[in-house]
Structures are given as C-alpha cells and as structure tokens.
C-alpha cells in the first residue's frame, strides 16, 4: 500500500505540482488554498466529486487517505478547524456520483464568490481560469 | 531557398509525425489486441501493478534492459516513461534544463525501478521549453512507456507537450527527476 502523498504524486501531482502550486492560471492551487472549501458542505462534497477525483485509478480506501493528505496537509492553515477527516464510506459514496450534471466552471465560481466574501477566503482562489495577464 | 522557420517547421512536423500519438496509438492498440487473448486483463493489471510499484511483478521490457551509468542514452533507468529527445543531450542533465530553457511546472509523473536496489521511485518528467527543439542524434529520441496510457487516461499520456503551463510553449527536451522512493 502506497503513502498517501506518494498517490497524491501519481494521479495528482503531475498537473497540480509536487507540493501543491503549478501554474496557478491553468491548474487550481492546493497549497495553502484547498482547505477553503471544507467550510461549505457541498465544499467537502465538491473536491471528491469532481470527475478527475472521481474517476482516479484509486481505490476507495487510497482515495480517502489522498484527500486527507490533500486537504489537512496542503491545505495547512486554510483548513477550518474541526474539520473531520474524509471517511471511506462517504468518498466511496461521492465518488460514485461525479459532478457530471453542472458546469464546472461556474459551479467553482458560484462558490469561491461565497467562501471570500463569507469565509475570509483569499481572493487568489480565483487566479485559476483568469484570463488577464499578472 | 529554404528560411530558417521552414526548417524549423518541417523538423517540427517530422518530429510530430515520428513521435505522436497516432503512431503510439495504433502501435499499442496493435499490441493490446494481440495480447488480448493472453492477458485480458492487462490496463487492470497496469493500474493494480501501479499500484504497487515494489511488487516483484514480471518485469518491464524497459526494465529488463535498464542501467545505471549512462543518462545519455534512453535506457537510463529513469527514463522509463520518457517520451522525447534527452536534455543530458542537449547540454543539461538528466533533471536540469539545459542554459536558456525554463522547466515547465506542469509535468508527466511514473515511476522507475532502480534495477541496482529493485526499488521503484516516483519520477517527475518535466520538459524544458522556450528554446527550439535540440538538435541532438537519434540515440537521444527516447519513447518509453512505462507507466503511460494512451488518450483514453490523458494525465496518463505521455505523448502530450507539457510546456503548455509555461510563457513559452516551445519545446526544447525532456528530463526526469527523481522526487522519491515510491512507497
């Protein structure tokens, strides 16, 4: 059984970066940025039904451990507190129902407008898919 | 008489044609149909042998002819999943960008088995990009496959250019970077 930073590396890694920050316009950051998203409870329900995550060659169990290392260590501070770890039966259950129905893109939008003006979310969240230049 | 940027762009589409997916593709839907019959299970078998990269599992047609010495030729055994022309060619090394060429933050991630310790390593291929392609001899035009998948896995696909995420998308050459022991 692999670590579960070594599954981040194989499925994630690649396009996110080793430690979490790319290229901050073409892929989302998750360094000091995912935990944003643990506030809202379709947040949580968000980052494992996405379809990349959703349909990863993980199995449930490594897809829960990948996500808690995801969330409580890339997302260091930005996690809010109390925040319970991903269980197995609950990523095995989203994942089962990927987020094919809606618009990424503005489902993303719809809620980081919420989590900065609501939650103190850092306006960065919305470098990903920005189109003007730094 | 011929400009530069002809020559550049016929290089170019020589290259793409020698190297892209169509060829991959074919090549390999060709092997996955004879092989078929032998092992049905064979993408299954690729993800379960990802999975665990230590496993004492048949081993690779790059693994059995991989060494440790020489990184300038394609069976160096980090190469195993490179798929372009070597950057320890082109006057960098095997992980560093050659002087003039900026690493692309986006990358292709494997893994290798170290055949001196049988160990296997998370690899980070990054191509080197904003120069035009190097020029270097045909034993530096590596297309390994190890771990890759053709487009039905694109984040599996080796084939793809990654210096999209940089400021420019030239492509000069490929490395591999070792980041760890896969475990």
């Not at chain 1, 979490?20 to 360094?31: A, E, I, Y």
């Not at chain 1, 809202?40 to 996500?67: C, H, I, K, Q, W």
């Not at chain 1, 997302?75 to 609950?90: F, L, N, R």
Request: charged residues 20%; hydrophobic residues 35%.
């Amino acid at each position: 059984m692999l670590s579960p930073r070594v599954n981040y590396l194989l499925n994630c890694g690649g396009c996110h970066g080793l430690t979490g920050t790319s290229n901050s316009r073409l892929v989302p950051d998750l360094k000091d940025h995912v935990g944003f998203f643990l506030n809202l409870p379709e947040g949580r329900r968000y980052l494992v039904r996405l379809p990349n995550v959703a349909f990863s060659m993980t199995t449930d169990e490594a897809l829960t451990g990948l996500l808690n290392y995801v969330v409580f260590t890339l997302g260091g501070a930005t996690v809010p507190k109390d925040t319970k770890p991903y269980t197995v039966s609950e990523v095995s259950e989203l994942r089962r129902r990927p987020l094919t129905e809606v618009s990424l893109a503005r489902t993303r939008q719809a809620m980081i407008q919420t989590l900065i003006d609501q939650y103190h979310a850092t306006s960065d969240l919305r470098l990903y898919g920005a189109t003007d230049q730094p | 008489m011929t400009s530069p940027f002809d020559k550049m762009s016929e290089q170019l589409t020589r290259n793409l044609a020698r190297f892209s997916s169509r060829r991959g593709f074919l090549s390999k839907l060709g092997l996955a149909l004879l092989a078929a019959p032998a092992f049905p299970l064979l993408p299954v078998a690729r993800t379960a042998r990802a999975a665990e990269p230590n496993s004492v599992a048949a081993k690779t047609d790059f693994e059995l002819h991989a060494q440790t010495t020489d990184d300038t030729k394609c069976n160096y055994w980090k190469y195993c999943g490179s798929d372009g022309v070597l950057c320890s060619c082109c006057g960098g090394g095997s992980h560093t960008c050659p002087p003039g060429a900026e690493p692309s933050p986006i990358s292709w991630i494997g893994t290798c088995v170290n055949p001196e310790d049988g160990k296997a390593f998370v690899i980070a291929y990054r191509d080197c990009c904003g120069k035009p392609a190097c020029a270097a001899g045909k034993s530096c035009w590596c297309d390994n496959t190890d771990r890759e998948m053709p487009t039905y896995r694109s984040s599996l696909n080796n084939d793809i250019i990654w210096c999209f995420g940089n400021a420019s998308a030239t492509y000069h050459c490929s490395t591999a970077a070792m980041v760890g022991e896969a475990k």
